[in-house]
C-alpha cells in the first residue's frame, strides 16, 4: 500500500504533518475527514534512507519473527502481536523497527508493506513470503517457515566464519613476524655481516635485499596494497570482472566445489522458500539467482530461467555445461516428475549446507598443515641465512 506525506489542520486550527497509508489520495482524503483533519497537501512519501539502511544481527530478527510466530497462532491480533512484542522489548533499534511496523499496521496497511520499509532487514524474498502468508490466511505456517530459513543460513554463515577464524590468524601472524624479521633482525646481522668482510652466500644476499627493500620501498608497497584492494573492489563491481573472478574460484581445488556448494545452498534455500509461499518459479529463479553470490552460477540460472518461460522443465532448461553440484538435477528432475519441487528444493538445501560444512572442514584440516610448513619453511630459511655465514667465518677460523 502505498505511503502519502500528508499536511493537515485540526478542528482547532492546529497544523499538522504526518505519513499515512492509503490505496490513493481520494481514500486518504476521506479518511483524514472522518478524522475531523483538513488536508492542506498530500503527496507521495520518500522513503527514509536511514530506516532502509538499518540492520539487526540474525539472532535478533529470527527472536522477533519466532515469537510473532508464537502470538499470532495464539489467536492474537498481528497488530496487537506487534504492540505487545514493541513494548517488551528494551529500547534499541529492535524495539524501533516493530514501534514503526505497528504504527504503519495500526493504520491499515498490511504487515509486509511496513516491513518493506527496512529493506536491509525484511529483503524482498522475505517479504514475499510473509505476503504470501497474509494473503493465504497461513501467517504463522510463513513465520515458521521463514525463522527455520534464517536460523539455517545463519547457522552455515557462523560455520563458514568460524572455519576461517583459524587460517586468519595464523596468516596475521606469520605476516607480522615476517615483517618484524626483514625490518628489525635482519639489518643489524646485515651491519655485523659487512663489519666482517666475508663472502655472503646468496640466500642471505637475498634476504638483505628483501630486507632493504621492505624498509626503503614501504610505501610503494602499501601503494600496491592499496591498489590490489581497489582492483579487488572494482572486480566485485564489474559484471565481466566478477563474472572471471568466480569461474577461476570455482575450479580452484577444494576450495572451489565448497564455494559450490554453499552458493547452491543459498540458491536452494531461497527458491525453496518462495516457492512454497506460492512465488512463480521464474520470479523464484531470479530472484535465488541474485541470492547466490557467484556471477557463473547466477548467469547459468538465469538462462533456464529463460528455459523455462519458453516451455521447458527446469532440468532441461539448465544449460548443457552448467556449474552446480551433480547432485542437483537429478533432484530436481524427481520433484518436478513428482510435483514436489518444493521438498526436492529441500533436499538440494539440506545436501548442499551439509557438503558445505564437510569441506569446510576439510579444506581447514588441510590449510592447517600447509600454513605451518610455509611458516616453518620461511623462519628457517631466514634462520639458515644468518648461520651460514657464520657457518663459513668459523671454517675459515678453523683453517687457520
Not at 218 to 243: E, F, S, T
Request: with cysteine; proline share 6%; glycine share 8%.
Amino acid at each position: 500500500m502505498p505511503a502519502f506525506a500528508a499536511t493537515t489542520i485540526d478542528a482547532l486550527g492546529r497544523r499538522r504533518t504526518g505519513v499515512w497509508n492509503a490505496a490513493d489520495t481520494a481514500e486518504l482524503r476521506t479518511r483524514l475527514r472522518a478524522e475531523s483533519l483538513w488536508p492542506v497537501r498530500i503527496a507521495p512519501a520518500r522513503p527514509n534512507k536511514r530506516l532502509a539502511h538499518l540492520t539487526l544481527r540474525p539472532r535478533e530478527l529470527i527472536a522477533l519473527l519466532h515469537q510473532l510466530e508464537l502470538q499470532v497462532r495464539a489467536g492474537v491480533t498481528a497488530d496487537a502481536a506487534l504492540a505487545q512484542l514493541a513494548t517488551d522489548l528494551p529500547a534499541g533499534r529492535a524495539r524501533a523497527v516493530l514501534t514503526r511496523i505497528h504504527g504503519e499496521v495500526a493504520q491499515g496497511a498490511p504487515i509486509h508493506v511496513a516491513c518493506r520499509t527496512f529493506a536491509k532487514i525484511f529483503p524482498p524474498e522475505v517479504a514475499a513470503v510473509i505476503a504470501a502468508g497474509e494473503s493465504s490466511a497461513q501467517l504463522p505456517e510463513a513465520l515458521r517457515a521463514l525463522t527455520a530459513h534464517l536460523a539455517s543460513t545463519d547457522e552455515l554463515k557462523r560455520t563458514a566464519r568460524r572455519a576461517l577464524i583459524y587460517p586468519t590468524l595464523v596468516l596475521a601472524a606469520t605476516i607480522g613476524l615476517i615483517g618484524f624479521l626483514l625490518g628489525g633482525v635482519v639489518p643489524r646481522f646485515a651491519e655485523i655481516f659487512s663489519s666482517l668482510n666475508i663472502t655472503l652466500p646468496w640466500l642471505t644476499v637475498a634476504l638483505i635485499r628483501a630486507s632493504e627493500g621492505l624498509r626503503h620501498g614501504w610505501p610503494l608497497l602499501a601503494l600496491l596494497a592499496a591498489m590490489g584492494c581497489g582492483g579487488l573492489v572494482v572486480a566485485a563491481r564489474a559484471p565481466r570482472l566478477r563474472y572471471a573472478r568466480d569461474w577461476m574460484m570455482l575450479r580452484a581445488p577444494v576450495l572451489g566445489e565448497t564455494l559450490r556448494c554453499l552458493a547452491t545452498a543459498r540458491f536452494a534455500a531461497h527458491a525453496r522458500l518462495m516457492h512454497d509461499a506460492g512465488i512463480p518459479l521464474l520470479a523464484a529463479l531470479a530472484t535465488g539467482a541474485e541470492l547466490t553470490g557467484n556471477a557463473v552460477l547466477a548467469r547459468h540460472l538465469l538462462a533456464a530461467r529463460e528455459g523455462i518461460a519458453a516451455g521447458k522443465t527446469l532440468c532441461d532448461a539448465l544449460p548443457a555445461k552448467h556449474a552446480l553440484p551433480g547432485f542437483v538435477v537429478p533432484a530436481l528432475r524427481a520433484g518436478e516428475t513428482t510435483g514436489q519441487l518444493g521438498a526436492a528444493l529441500r533436499h538440494v538445501e539440506d545436501y548442499a549446507a551439509s557438503r558445505a560444512r564437510e569441506r569446510l572442514a576439510t579444506a581447514l584440516a588441510l590449510l592447517e598443515p600447509v600454513m605451518l610448513t610455509a611458516l616453518t619453511a620461511v623462519v628457517g630459511a631466514i634462520a639458515l641465512s644468518f648461520f651460514l655465514p657464520l657457518f663459513a667465518l668459523l671454517g675459515g677460523v678453523n683453517a687457520r
